[in-house]
């Protein structure tokens, strides 16, 4: 079965950390790049960080020097190491493959930042 499955979202105060794990189906994370997706109220979707099947990263100007991606390739997981949260961080947390074609998104995980 092809699935994303999303945790480690929760509630913490401006300039906390979470952790989030994406635990990915071997078909969808093996040898691909994954991201980590993020979806505000009343936004749109944007693009928070990629990693490649080696380990390069990116990531978007306003999480770069706050946020940190790995992938775990044995265990078929990425995480996102999130410090210094904002309130503007606040959003469901989602992973997929870099793009531009996706799986199916998994319900993602609430991350809010209280100021």
């Known amino acids: 079965q092809v699935q994303l499955v999303e945790s480690g979202g929760g509630l913490v105060q401006a300039g906390g950390s979470l952790r989030l794990s994406c635990a990915a189906s071997?078909?969808?994370?093996?040898?691909?790049?994954m991201g980590w997706y993020r979806q505000a109220p009343g936004k749109q979707r944007e693009l928070v960080a990629t990693?490649?099947?080696?380990?390069?990263?990116g990531y978007a100007d306003s999480v770069k020097g706050r946020f940190t991606i790995s992938r775990d390739n044995a265990k078929n997981t990425v995480y996102l190491q999130m410090n210094s949260l904002k309130p503007e961080d606040t959003a469901v947390y989602y992973c997929?493959?870099?793009?531009?074609?996706?799986?199916?998104w998994g319900k993602g995980t609430l991350v809010t930042v209280s100021s």
């Open positions: 071997r078909s969808i994370f093996s040898g691909n790049t």
């Open positions: 997929n493959v870099g793009g531009p074609s996706y799986y199916s």
């Open positions: 990693i490649t099947s080696t380990g390069y990263t």
